[in-house]
């Protein structure tokens, strides 16, 4: 998955965010949500093409990650897999399902406006998800004016 990882953040050469392009997934992180079973994987023709990581904050679903194989890009494999976090959400009680990203960003937060995420600010940021942001604005290439914090609550359609 570190490799897909690595594979998927090439894109952000393409709009002058190399420091984030070569961002080397957390392993510490990826195993914690293994262990707790918030990692789900998609296949195609028997290799991983996509895969999302998940966590909880604030108790809502938080997706942590999500990436897909520059080759099985555009099928909807991302799309996909955040429907089966959102869906794990409502089964698990999680009243929404939030994320951070970079809000201009044509793959970030414009695609997630189109699943129905919708920006949240101020006191809507919850405390965990508050900390999570400051974390990421710690790591190289983050501009943190650029980051937001999303969420779609379990009764939104997208």
């Not at 494999?77 to 994320?99: C, F, Q, V, Y």
Request: charged share 25%; glycine share 10%; hydrophobic share 40%.
């Amino acid at each position: 998955m570190a490799l897909l990882e690595v594979q998927a953040g090439e894109r952000f050469h393409s709009v002058g965010m190399s420091d984030v392009a070569d961002h080397v997934p957390d392993q510490q992180a990826l195993s914690r949500s293994q262990r707790q079973g918030l990692i789900w994987v998609a296949e195609e023709d028997g290799k991983i093409a996509g895969y999302i990581v998940a966590r909880v904050l604030d108790g809502n679903a938080h997706i942590e990650q999500v990436s897909v194989a520059p080759t099985h890009a555009r099928r909807g494999i991302g799309r996909r897999l955040i429907s089966h976090l959102e869906m794990w959400g409502r089964h698990n009680d999680r009243p929404a399902t939030t994320l951070t990203t970079f809000r201009d960003v044509p793959w970030n937060g414009p695609y997630y406006r189109k699943l129905g995420y919708r920006e949240l600010h101020g006191a809507e940021i919850g405390r965990e998800l508050a900390a999570a942001m400051q974390h990421e604005a710690s790591l190289p290439g983050i501009d943190a004016s650029r980051r937001c914090a999303m969420i779609k609550y379990n009764g939104d359609v997208s």
